[in-house]
């Protein structure tokens, strides 16, 4: 999780930081890494539900899955 205080959070009042800790929990677990995307993506959408701007959060939840799903296999 070291490499999520490089990461912007709190978008609109949503902590994505419990969802990115998940993530790496899940990977570091062996379970396949599109599973663990697909979970990472589902929190970050959960958390989004309390923000002040839920549909815009979740456009910012999608950008965080979509990096994990394009460049999480260099570090996966």
Same mark, same amino acid.
Do not use: I
């Given at each position: 999780?070291? *490499?999520?205080?490089?990461? #912007? @959070?709190?978008?609109?009042? =949503? %902590?994505?930081? !419990? $969802? /990115? #800790?998940?993530? %790496? #929990? /899940?990977?570091? $677990? *062996?379970? !396949?890494?599109? @599973?663990? %995307? @697909? @979970? ?8 989004? +539900?309390? $923000?002040?701007?839920?549909? &815009? ?5 999608? +950008?965080?899955?979509? =990096?994990?799903? &394009? ?6």
């Amino acid at each position: 999780m070291g *490499g999520n205080r490089l990461v #912007a @959070q709190g978008f609109f009042g =949503a %902590d994505f930081r !419990p $969802s /990115c #800790a998940t993530h %790496d #929990a /899940c990977l570091a $677990s *062996g379970v !396949p890494r599109r @599973q663990c %995307d @697909q @979970q990472f993506r589902n929190n970050m959408y959960g958390a989004c +539900e309390n $923000s002040r701007h839920p549909f &815009l959060c979740r456009v910012k939840a999608f +950008e965080y899955y979509a =990096a994990a799903r &394009l460049f999480g296999g260099l570090y996966y």
